[in-house]
């Protein structure tokens, strides 16, 4: 019995950090230039493993007219952003609401272990949800860009990101996401 409590208990704190990562990946970053090189630092590498893949949409409509997109990929992208938008929205109120039932369930002196997986399973399906609608839009934005705009991105990701650290994980922050606003996955 103890050993389920603390399995429970471990599953629930390891959700909570889930969705604290997932709360603040939908931040915003610091304004340019104000990152971490203010405090004297170099950049931390991405937490993103997809990051050097994909684009945020919010820096490819930045970046429009250096990308000479066509009015066709503008006008697919701010749909496919509004529909996205949309979407989480709706998925960030049902996780909300999931993991305020996993903590009611979780107050209890007693916790009905199925329940309590159960409404963890809930948790666990919104999140997945909100990861596969940012990462399917990411792969349908990248799909419209061409060859050489998608170069252009890289560079431009490149050149915001200042001089690579070298160090430890190997040649530097290849995929950080810009400080501009949320992007998919994320990118």
Do not use: C, Y
């Amino acid at each position: 019995m103890k050993n389920s409590i603390k399995m429970l208990v471990g599953i629930f704190a390891a959700a909570l950090l889930l969705s604290g990562v997932l709360i603040s990946a939908q931040q915003p970053g610091p304004p340019p230039g104000q990152e971490q090189q203010s405090q004297g630092h170099p950049p931390h590498p991405p937490m993103d493993p997809l990051g050097d893949a994909m684009f945020p949409p919010d820096m490819i409509m930045q970046h429009a007219r250096e990308l000479d997109l066509t009015q066709e990929q503008k006008s697919f992208m701010r749909s496919e952003i509004q529909k996205t938008t949309t979407r989480f929205n709706e998925l960030q109120w049902q996780l909300q609401d999931a993991m305020e039932a996993l903590h009611e369930i979780m107050k209890a002196n007693s916790v009905n272990e199925q329940q309590a997986l159960a409404q963890l399973d809930k948790v666990l399906d919104a999140e997945r949800e909100i990861k596969h609608l940012h990462i399917g839009m990411g792969i349908r934005i990248k799909n419209q860009l061409t060859a050489e705009q998608q170069t252009k991105l890289q560079s431009m990701r490149h050149s915001m990101m200042g001089p690579e650290p070298r160090g430890l994980g190997g040649p530097g922050p290849g995929g950080q996401r810009p400080p501009d606003g949320p992007s998919q996955p994320a990118n």
